[in-house]
């Protein structure tokens, strides 16, 4: 059952009334906001099996594969409810006064407070970890800040019922319902009108480049822009350097078939370039990899919109001159199945066609071939901003192709060195954001609880007295937290 268009009254009731929560949630303690999280969590585990079988029938995806990720949202809700209270994120410093100095010096304290109510998007590939209870929600509530979540028309049944257990732990909590709120809506109407409304103070989104560029489109057309937090587009581009190449080129080949294909290449994180020097070794990774993506099978991938978007793109890539198929899974696929692909091209093609440096979303990846490492170099420069980039190196490569590895690094937000880009672990060092067009702001992370800072502002104190201070910034350091106190980090008290 098609779920109906939330219309711009209910948007905006929605809205004033997040409004309204953000004046009690905002005062709520650290603690508060973790057991809400915390109750989320335990409500999603003993919804599990009601929520699994709607999300399969939604998004094709395994049961295997759904509670993984279902199992990753609650670790998520946790971890993030953890730091929360543990407090770092505030980001707390204490200056304080020398009145004999001249001119005299004031009591300065800081902190990070809420930036009020945001807009979650859900995304189309993760209907768990990404969406209505993923990370940006949880990072929100962790701020302080309540939560509008707009479902993804793809799961919006699976969304619905993930955001009755949400509903459900605010008021288990005591919490206004304002604090959550879900919106149906597949017309731009619904979204424009969530992102310009002025109470809205922050926009969360994982989902294509055309998507996120027009909520942050929207955002700075209002009379007070605001912050949009876009996880957009990818190719993660994969530098294979020479010594290893010579010692590992089909241990490498075997390696990346395996995260090309990962669920069905349905991962900002999937690696759809390989860049090497043409000649032998680079022979036999093509042959190899060749030879193992002819035995992957099709799979059916999320639903109908991201299958004809892969066909999209796979064949007008595949269509460019002097770009050869190199191979193709041989076994026949059912409908709706993502084929697994992998293409080659010569450097002076890639960097001389706009077309080819596209995400194609899915199974698919493309081989580019340099005649030496001037000519990778220059590739590279060709390169727009990804989460990602990886070396394929020797200690050897990377010491001696430093200005190869200069340039790579300024590309992306995880830097990975002989590994796969796939599979985004949820911690404190986890950066999940890179420059445009990965994201719109390559200073924050989706990932881990670092992401909690996104939907805070900092906020200075100055001569204010110790009992009018929040807790955070008092001399006795009620909440036990790390502070920077006259340039000293401690969680001593102050005398």
């Given amino acids: 059952m098609k779920s109906k268009d939330a219309t711009i009254e209910e948007i905006n009731s929605a809205v004033n009334s997040a409004w309204s929560a953000f004046a009690v949630f905002r005062k709520c303690s650290l603690k508060q906001r973790a057991n809400l999280m915390r109750t989320i969590a335990v409500k999603l585990d003993a919804t599990a099996n009601e929520i699994i079988p709607v999300a399969i029938e939604e998004t094709n995806l395994t049961e295997a594969r759904l509670r993984n990720e279902l199992a990753r949202t609650r670790h998520q809700l946790i971890s993030y409810a953890d730091a929360c209270e543990k407090g770092d994120w505030l980001e707390a410093r204490i200056d304080t006064a020398i009145p004999d100095r001249t001119p005299p010096k004031p009591d300065l304290r800081k902190m ?26 949880a990072c929100a509530f962790a701020a302080g800040c309540p939560v509008l979540v707009k479902a993804h028309p793809a799961h919006a049944r699976t969304s619905e019922l993930m955001a009755k257990t949400i509903t ?22 619904v979204g424009e009108t969530l992102v310009k409304h002025t109470n809205v103070k922050a926009v969360g989104f994982t989902g294509s480049l055309n998507g996120g560029k027009q909520l942050f489109d929207w955002a700075n057309q209002r ?56 000649g032998e070794d680079l022979k036999l990774l093509e042959q190899t990899l060749a030879a193992e993506i002819k035995t992957m099978a099709p799979a059916t991938m999320l639903h109908s919109g991201i299958y004809k978007n892969f066909e999209e793109r796979r064949a007008a890539a595949l269509s460019q001159e002097s770009v050869e198929t190199l191979a193709v ?6 409908a709706h199945q993502g084929v697994p692909t992998i293409a080659t091209t010569t450097a002076e093609t890639f960097i001389n066609n706009p077309e080819l440096h596209k995400e194609v979303f899915g199974p ?44 790579v690094n300024n590309l992306c937000g995880r830097f990975i060195l002989n590994s796969v880009p796939t599979g985004v672990e949820v911690c404190l060092s986890m950066q999940h954001g890179g420059p445009f067009p990965s994201t719109t702001d390559a200073r924050f992370s989706s990932v881990g609880a670092d992401g909690i800072k996104r939907f805070a502002r900092p906020l200075a104190f100055q001569n204010w007295s110790n009992n009018l ?10 909440l036990g937290i790390w502070r920077t106190v006259n340039d000293e980090l401690t969680k001593e008290v102050l005398a």
Wanted: glycine residues 8%; hydrophobic residues 40%; aromatic residues 8%.
């Fill in 112 to 137: 990070l407070v809420p930036l009020g109510p945001v807009a979650v998007f859900g995304a189309s590939n993760f209907p768990f970890a990404y969406s209505t209870a993923g990370g940006d929600t």
């Fill in 168 to 189: 459900e732990a605010v008021r288990e909590t005591e919490l206004p319902d304002g604090v959550f709120t879900h919106i149906h809506g597949e017309s731009f109407t």
């Fill in 223 to 278: 009379k007070e822009p605001i912050p949009v937090f876009a996880e957009m587009s990818s190719v993660n581009p994969v530098f294979l350097l020479p010594e290893k190449m010579h010692k590992d080129a089909a241990a490498i080949a075997k390696m990346y078939a395996g995260s090309i294909t990962l669920g069905v290449g349905q991962f900002c994180t999937n690696p759809g370039l390989l860049i090497g020097l043409d």
């Fill in 329 to 334: 899974s041989e076994i026949a696929p059912l």
């Fill in 364 to 407: 698919y990846s493309l081989i580019i071939k340099c005649r030496d490492m001037d000519q990778m170099i220059e590739v590279a420069r060709h390169i727009e901003g990804q989460l990602t980039t990886t070396l394929m190196a020797t200690e050897k490569d990377v010491k001696q192709f430093d200005r190869l590895v200069d340039v």
């Fill in 469 to 478: 201070l929040p807790d955070a910034l008092k001399n006795e350091n009620p």
